[in-house]
């Protein structure tokens, strides 16, 4: 009885949180009117969001297509079908690897900061302190930091799969003697721009919204106490990488399952 | 100060960003090899068009010229109707082209491979007639221009596609009434099933 | 009082948190240009009251009016156009950690004005002139002590000239020194700027130095009002017990439990606590 109970109250807690979460991209949708005329404080958001991302989404971009070439060359060798390494590190990245990963890392390292930083706002009231200045933290404060990791998403995977596709080269082509022409022309022939690039953009698009949405929710949703906000960090964490690898199979169910 | 730090900053975050993206378009994407939309249709009937897609490429002498623009099923013919887009630079494909798909490799992609064959046309004819008998001729002479493949034409020699389980099917089938005349003309010969095993196994490799 | 109609007029308040009730039936005037201090134990709502009538809080039941506006009834655009008159000064100051001590108080002013910077400057520069921290305009809030941010704080709560200041617990966790400045500087302010000042506090001797009127809340309600003076004299138990920081009296020393020796000898649960 006692454990019905619990797990009752958990049913509902969820739904109100679920709830609280819509509300609030509402309400940041509803404001960003408000947001035009003062981009700067969006462009300053892109720089902690996107810019502060930029080292790991780099690295990391280089040593998957590094990997990735690697990989892919020891099994396409033995089917004599090593030129296609450009098409299968350029695939795997653009529709796959390049959003999902890109959002993961992302989640990790600008979700949390975002989590941690608004959660920290409102443990020192400064939250409270701006209402009370009749100056609505969603539009000064959550709005700014969304549209900025909206925009930095689809950018940074970008970057990562162009990184990647090079990291690939200096794999296959520089050290295991792909011939050059067949790596570019052969991944030329088999990417499709809208089929490929045009919806791996799309996908990063969503994950940028998602992860965005939750670590900025779970800040302004924090308890206002250093364990409450630690705990909402790892939330964000959690929650939008799980949310990313969820909608990636919807997503590509979506986009590619014809 | 720190402003225009973050300033910068950003707007190299963004150019490279958009940089990528220009990269994945331009150098990763099939984009560069897109021909602008113009071009003229063309229609081949195949028997079989199995793996072929739209956007697959149409190749002459191993180039491509073109593009798979649509294929859909004639319910009267009971055939497959593939429509071509080719450039509007390759213009002069005489009409007498003929139309293949193949496979790019052993695994790879179907594509439509077009040879180029005589052109059904007089003047040619009588040059080629002209050339034979040692006359000189006269292009003037000639009325009719030569054909080309243009808007809305009809290939008309084609080749469907090679399905493999088709061939494997024939060929086994071939081997076994060979085998079963082998086994009657050596009848007694117990070799004779052993055969006709490898040789079955050798075709589904081939 | 005065006879002019009080300019923050709570009636019949009552808010619950969870089961909690933590106001219920509270009747509150607030007058003009004087300084009134809500005075009670720890954890008795003082700040919650502040919230309620900044609107961050909905009320259960009641009326907040504030200027002849009831709050609780008031729309989005309606309630931050109210905020806008009103200062407050969060236990902390609550200053924005991301800019430093003089862009903190410009805030309010860029958010809501479309005064030139020469001008900002100016009001900025009187603001921090009048707490005293002029000189600290370039530190950031990190490198200020206690003191020092909540006078920053004061300066840019009064920054856009509000019509209501509202200090929550402004004296703990300060060093008599600075604290003899914040008192002087809630006075000052109030008389020079002609404001209305609301204290929440549980500082007896320095509320009761500064503020005309004085409202004991306890249990949800107010159990005693008036100057310090009276309430020093009044026969209330709560008046008495508040008033002369007595350890037992109305507010019990114990948190409700059962019987001491009771407890003491329930050996059917002396298991717990014990390590196993």
């Known amino acids: 009885m006692e454990y019905l109970q619990s797990l009752g109250h958990k049913g509902l807690s969820f739904f109100q949180r679920l709830g609280r979460g819509h509300i609030l991209l509402a309400n940041i ?38 990997v990735l070439g690697l990989q892919g060359y020891n099994t396409l060798v033995d089917f004599g079908a090593e030129e296609s390494l450009g098409v299968v590190v350029a695939l795997s990245l653009v529709r796959e690897l390049g959003p999902v990963v890109s959002a993961l890392l992302f989640a990790g390292r600008a979700g949390s900061a975002l989590t941690a930083e608004i959660g920290l706002m409102k443990a020192t009231e400064q939250l409270s302190a701006m209402e009370m200045m009749a100056v609505d933290p969603v539009r000064r404060v959550l709005a700014p930091r969304f549209v900025a990791g909206v925009i930095s998403m689809p950018l940074l995977a970008a970057i990562f799969s162009a990184v990647g596709v090079l990291g690939g080269y200096f794999v296959g082509v520089g050290l295991l003697g792909v011939d050059e022409g067949a790596y570019w022309s052969q991944m030329q022939s088999s990417v499709d721009l809208y089929d490929d690039i045009y919806n791996g953009v799309i996908k990063s698009i969503v994950f940028g919204i998602v992860v965005t949405w939750i670590a900025v929710f779970e800040g302004q949703d924090a308890i206002p106490t250093s364990e409450g906000v630690s ?28 | 100060m720190t402003t225009r730090i973050t300033e910068i900053w950003v707007g190299l975050f963004v150019a490279g960003g958009m940089a990528a993206l220009f990269m994945l378009a331009m150098q990763v994407s099939n984009l560069s090899t897109y021909s602008n939309e113009e071009g003229y249709d063309i229609e081949a009937r195949f028997e079989d068009a199995s793996g072929l897609k739209v956007r697959s490429p149409v190749t002459m002498a191993g180039v491509t010229i073109g593009r798979v623009k649509d294929i859909v099923f004639d319910d009267n013919t009971l055939q497959a109707v593939v429509i071509m887009r080719l450039d509007n630079v390759h213009n002069r494909l005489p009409d007498g082209t003929s139309a293949s798909i193949y496979t790019a490799g052993l695994l790879g992609e179907k594509y439509v491979g077009l040879e180029p064959g005589s052109s059904a046309n007089e003047c040619e004819d009588m040059m080629l007639e002209a050339e034979m008998e040692g006359r ?35 060929f086994v089938s071939k081997f076994l009434t060979e085998g079963d005349g082998k086994a009657k003309d050596n009848a007694g010969d117990n070799t004779g099933g052993g055969t006709d095993n490898t040789e079955t196994t050798k075709g589904q490799k081939g | 009082m005065t006879d002019a109609s009080p300019i923050v007029k709570i009636r019949g308040l009552s808010f619950s948190r969870g089961n909690r009730k933590i106001f219920d039936g509270v009747d509150i005037d607030i007058h003009r240009g004087k300084v009134t201090a809500i005075m009670g134990p720890s954890g008795t709502g003082k700040t919650t009251l502040l919230r309620l009538i900044g609107g961050q809080l909905h009320p259960d039941a009641g009326t907040i009016h504030v200027d002849t506006q009831n709050v609780p009834d008031l729309s989005y655009r309606q309630l931050y156009a109210l905020r806008k008159r009103m200062g407050m000064l969060f236990q902390n100051g609550a200053l924005l950690t991301d800019m430093n001590v003089y862009d903190n108080v ?29 000189g600290a305009r370039d530190l950031m809030p990190s490198e200020l002590s206690g003191g020092m941010s909540r006078r920053v704080a004061l300066a840019r709560a009064v920054a856009m000239d509000p019509m209501i200041m509202m200090y ?55 159990v005693a009002q008036g100057s310090s003076k009276e309430l020093d004299e009044s026969d209330s ?20 439990a059962r019987e001491f020796t009771e407890d003491l000898f329930d050996l059917d649960n002396a298991s717990r606590g014990v390590r196993p």
């Open chain 2, 136 to 170: 000189e001729f006269d292009p003037a002479n000639c009325q009719s221009k030569p054909g080309y493949l243009a808007e809305g034409s009809k290939i008309q020699i084609t080749q469907g596609s090679m399905v493999l389980e088709k061939l494997i099917g024939q």
């Open chain 1, 29 to 66: 949708v509803m404001g960003l009117h408000t947001l035009l005329p003062r981009l700067r404080l969006v462009l300053i958001q892109v720089f902690s969001v996107g810019v502060l991302s930029l080292i790991i989404i780099l690295v990391s971009g280089l040593f998957v297509g590094m």
């Open chain 1, 231 to 258: 705990r909402a960090t790892t939330r964000t964490v959690v929650h939008s990488s799980l949310a990313v690898l969820g909608l990636d199979f919807v997503l590509t169910a979506l986009m590619f399952g014809d």
């Open chain 3, 168 to 222: 929550d617990e402004p004296f703990t966790g300060q060093d008599p020194i600075s604290m003899g400045v914040v008192v002087r500087l809630i006075r000052t302010l109030n008389d020079a700027l002609g404001l209305t000042s609301i204290i929440v506090s549980h500082d007896i001797a320095e509320t009761a130095a500064i503020a005309d009127h004085i409202y004991l809340l306890s249990g949800g309600k107010v």
């Open chain 3, 106 to 134: 410009a805030f309010p002013l860029r958010e809501h004005t479309r005064l030139n910077e020469r001008l900002i400057r100016s009001l900025v520069l009187m603001k921090l002139e009048a707490v005293g921290l002029r």
């Open chain 3, 237 to 256: 138990e709560w008046a008495q017990q508040f008033m002369k920081g007595l350890p037992d009296g109305p507010v019990p020393f114990h948190y409700p």
